[in-house]
């Protein structure tokens, strides 16, 4: 049998693209699995110099570095298209065929990673929730600082409530439920109480339960013994690291309901059984839960037990929006035009009178972290001068501020009536109104004016004469 015939023949039988070219760079091996893997068929390279192709690609210019060079090249991961269409992850390795110390080619085998990967990645996703539970230990916040009571911005009637609730709830060692909108402030709130409690030396442990996979909720939360499960090793639960501190559950609403059974059980009296063990466990906890959802209407959707809600919702806090706190804007505004202006090095700021009307239009639908991100937008764009000016904001802000801005026409229309006089009397008022304020801003310049109006010096001129000051 031909050895070239041979040769093709074993090639292809094999789940790696072999490409093969001799000393002068011209291919003389190139089996199925290459075809299919760079989408092109035999006839397009056989016997052909890989410089000359007319589709050549990026592995073939390695294929010729390294028939050059005489360096092999291993592992080079690459992205293509194959001849079906489909998206694959490609390892090539290139290695120069050398006789005598005499490079006489070089060979380029291709393997598709695609599955390897997939499998890897799903793998990686297990590991990672496995391991979850080791990293518990980084929830665990050791208020050496923290926000406290006294960190709570806002003098309206409404925050003064708030803060008013939030002392009591720090005298006391009841549990908490913190209601409000996202970006209120509900967890600078939990942190308050605890760091107003006497439970302030202790552990605070804070973890989003929408953050906790549905399968690992009940060892996250109560932890692990090892020989429990496949995988499992002694570990401890949010509860124990929680032990004789506070433990805080933003968006707990998020766990399943047969966890919300076990976490009441818990919250009763105080004991639990880790998963795979059989010891009963005793802590100490104080729980304050946060959710951004009204609790009377997820117990009517069923998505929160009401006999937790009662255990948990011993003390209610809500928290009020911005939009119902606009006394507090102010404040606020300053507040952050410090905090980020003395961070860049650039205080004092000051916001202008555009922007500050614009601030009372918005509705803050973010609410304070929304102001907070604005303004610290803000002072980053704001390169030069001291005052904070519309264009320095978000666009996304500006542009819903213009949407918000009532149209001239309309109001205009509503305010001619009976005694108005007649409409060209009423039009002629609005024409001097525009006028006169046009020429004081502008500071008497006739011309600048005239730009502005959009018509011609004379024209204003003779509009000026009429008007009687």
Known sequence: MNTNLLIGRLTDVLKEGIHVVDQFGVTVQYNRRIEIIENRTSKDVMGKNLGSLENENEMDELLIDVLTSGLPKINVVHDCVNTYGNSISVSFSFWPITERNVIKGAIKVATDMTEIRRLRAENIGLAKNINRMSQIESSLVKLTGGFRIEDIIGESPQMEAVKNQVVNAAKCDLNVIITGASGTGKEMMAQAIHNGSRRKNKPLVLENCAAIPENLAESVLFGTVKGGFTGAIDRMGLFQLANGGTLVLDEFNSLPMGIQAKLLRGLQDGSFRQVGGLETKQVNVRVIAIT???????????????????????????????????????????????????????????????????????????????????????????????????????????????????????????????????????????????????????????TKTAEELGMTRQALQHKIHKIEF
């Open 292 to 446: 951004n959802q009204d609790p009377v209407r997820l117990m009517e959707e069923g998505k929160l037990r009401s006999d937790l809600f009662y255990r948990l919702g011993v003390i209610t806090i809500d928290v009020p929006s911005l939009k119902d706190r606009k006394g507090d804007l102010d404040l606020l505004a300053s507040f952050f035009l410090e905090k980020f202006g003395r961070g860049m090095d650039r205080w004092p700021l000051y916001l202008s009178e555009e922007v500050r009307e614009a601030f009372e239009e918005f509705p803050w639908k973010g609410n304070v972290r929304e102001l907070s991100n604005v303004i610290e937008c803000a002072v980053n764009m704001a390169d030069r001068g001291n005052t904070i000016e519309m264009s320095h904001l978000p666009s996304y802000f500006v542009n819903e501020i213009n949407a918000f801005k009532p149209d001239p026409a309309g109001d205009l229309a509503k305010d001619f009536g009976p005694d108005s006089g007649s409409l060209s009397e009423y039009m002629a008022e609005i024409e001097r109104d525009i006028i006169l304020a046009a020429l004081k801003r502008n500071g008497g310049n006739v």
